[in-house]
């Protein structure tokens, strides 16, 4: 499985929370090469199995979510201006003067709107929520037989390489999750495991967990892993409170994850020498999907293993894809050694 290509199919495909057909659609094709009757099911979710559901065997969930940050359409005013407000925690300090995607009936292409800096108060900083407008060109005529309020809104950002392994984009949060789970099952493939194993790349993560929370319930896993990302290293930030990027995945301990699981991933990784980190939280991971894998039906003994990203919910988020192949090698590891409680 080549890394790089997969994460730059699945980064350049628009699915903005709620509106992630076209990403999940592309997820769904990869899925079905380990699951062929993977699918995507009623809440916009892609979802697989790969074992035997009859066996008796322990399952484990393997999540990562597939939606990105983005803008929704609510009015286009009498120039042909569109108006946008958040989907997600997009940053807006990001979206001046950048390039867009709207899915209408066609994909309509347009710029965010800024002022020159000559005429903009003095100190302005990031667009308010309510003062997105987006210029496609077209009047308000010829925009409507396009676009509505309603359709979703994506900042373009094409992947592209950078030197030392890296990556930027947009929606490598959580696309780089989503490879991390398949490279595990290209590993796991001719590998013997005592586990099923169920995947769920889950939609409306960015508006509350919301696709985590239908998965986790239909799946009625014993284990989960939850794959994401986390804050890497850059200026401005505290080292204490981030991962290198290129160290590996970061691995949470945090009182709302299962400690078990943490130790023997620590373990796995010591003992195949996969290089990782660790992320302390004091209480819950702070709005991934594992909060809401945890308390699924009888509860979900959960862990989450965190891809360092710098530049988190812009068009130019940055990774190394060194450390989305040890994440997938740390994932597959442990299920080929999972041996049970």
């Known amino acids: 499985m080549d890394i790089f290509d997969t994460l730059k199919r699945l980064a350049g495909a628009n699915g903005a929370a709620g509106d992630e057909n076209s990403a999940a659609r592309a997820a769904a094709d ?5 699951d062929r009757d993977a699918k995507i099911d009623g809440f916009g979710s892609v979802t697989g199995f790969i074992g035997n559901r009859n066996s008796g065997r322990p399952v484990i969930l393997l999540d990562a979510h597939i939606d990105e940050v983005g803008l929704v359409v609510t009015h286009i005013d009498e120039k042909g201006f569109i108006k946008a407000e958040p989907c997600g925690g997009v940053d807006r300090r990001a979206l001046s003067a950048r390039t867009v995607s709207v899915r209408g009936k066609e994909t309509v292409k347009g710029v965010v709107c800024s002022l020159p800096p000559h ?6 900083k990031a667009l308010k929520a309510d003062e997105i407008w987006i210029d496609t060109g ?8 396009l676009v509505a309020p309603g359709c979703t809104v994506t900042v373009d950002g094409e992947p592209a390489r950078l030197p030392g392994g890296k990556l930027c984009g947009k929606a490598l949060d959580d696309r780089a999750g989503v490879v991390a789970v398949l490279y595990a099952l290209s590993l796991l493939k001719n590998s013997g495991t005592s586990l099923n194993v169920a995947v769920a790349f889950s939609a409306q993560e960015e508006l509350g967990l919301r696709g985590a929370k239908v998965s986790a319930h239909n799946v009625n896993a014993d284990y989960a892993i939850a794959v994401d990302v986390s804050y890497a290293h850059s200026p401005g930030c505290k080292k204490h409170k981030c991962g290198k990027s290129g160290g590996g995945p970061m691995l949470g301990l945090a009182p709302s994850l299962d400690r078990e699981m943490f130790e023997r991933l620590k373990k796995t990784a010591d003992e195949w020498e996969i290089p990782y980190q660790l992320e302390i939280m004091n209480r819950d991971t702070g709005g991934t999907n594992a909060d809401e894998i945890s308390l699924a039906k009888g509860g979900v003994k959960t862990a989450l293993v965190s891809i360092p990203l710098r530049y988190m919910h812009t068009p130019v988020e940055t990774l190394a894809l060194s450390d989305v192949e040890a994440t997938g090698q740390l994932i597959a590891a442990y299920i080929e050694g999972f041996t049970g409680a």
């Open 30 to 34: 990869y899925l079905k090469e380990y």
């Open 119 to 124: 005429v903009a108060k003095e100190g302005t």
């Open 138 to 145: 077209y009047g308000k005529e010829e925009l409507e037989k």
